[in-house]
């Protein structure tokens, strides 16, 4: 069956500082891959995708991802966090026999100061 | 990409009332998506509601307590039927659009049930 993980329940970074968010996946076929932000009292915003091409992929508010195809990993990444970063963030994986996102159980970002 | 608003952005209701919530998109698109997150969980799918077909429903929903419609390639409403405290979450509408696979988001609608 299809899946994705997010180890990690929260990350704590300060700002300033690279952050990372874990996603590992699991499928059957060519993964489809997503990162969405949530912020507090919104719906969640798309940030990026990799579907195929470069494994790095850049996306909004300086995120961006490295697809591994090896490691069946999909981090999010930021060179320098900001306190406005503090969200939570799920990945999401489509399912190749039913054609929905799964979506990961999120991770909660804290940046602080 | 496309811009979703969602009515009402949140609503305390009776137990045993029902709620219909309305999704509006500014484009015309084929596939919408109604979800539910409960208070700090991921998103649950509740249904694929798609113009001029009946809504199918995941595991667990079902139309009699998840009534919805679609009756355009911009709007959709879910009803939430006889609601119990289980019910209190948030319901997120969404659509996909172009073949990115990539969906967008409504703001929510708070929804708590006392």
């Known amino acids: 069956a299809q899946s994705v993980a997010q180890p990690e329940d929260q990350v704590n970074v300060a700002e300033g500082n690279p952050l990372t968010v874990k996603c590992t996946y699991s499928?059957?076929?060519?993964?489809?891959l997503f990162w969405y932000v949530q912020y507090p009292n919104r719906g969640l915003q798309f940030l990026l995708k990799y579907i195929t091409g470069d494994n790095l992929v850049k996306g909004s508010y300086g995120f961006e991802a490295e697809f591994n195809k090896s490691q069946t990993s999909f981090h999010l990444k930021k060179p320098s966090a900001l306190v406005s970063d503090s969200a939570l963030y799920f990945c999401a994986v489509r399912d190749d026999n039913t054609d929905k996102l799964i979506f990961g159980t999120g991770t909660r970002l804290q940046v602080f100061p | 990409s496309a811009v979703i608003s969602q009515k009402p952005s949140r609503d305390i209701c009776q137990r045993g009332t029902s709620l219909t919530i309305q999704c509006q998109v500014d484009?015309?698109?084929?596939?919408m998506f109604w979800y539910r997150q409960q208070p700090g969980q991921s998103l649950t799918l509740i249904a694929t509601?798609?113009?001029?077909?009946?809504?199918?429903?995941e595991s667990g929903f079902v139309i009699d307590k998840f009534p919805i419609s679609r009756p355009n390639l911009t709007f959709s409403t879910l009803t939430v039927s006889n609601m119990s405290p289980e019910d209190s979450s948030i319901y997120l509408c969404s659509v996909r659009t172009g073949g990115g696979y990539e969906q967008y988001f409504g703001p929510g609608t708070r929804l708590t049930v006392t």
């Open positions: 509601a798609n113009q001029g077909s009946e809504a199918t429903y």
């Open positions: 484009s015309q698109v084929t596939m």
């Open positions: 499928v059957s076929g060519n993964p489809y």
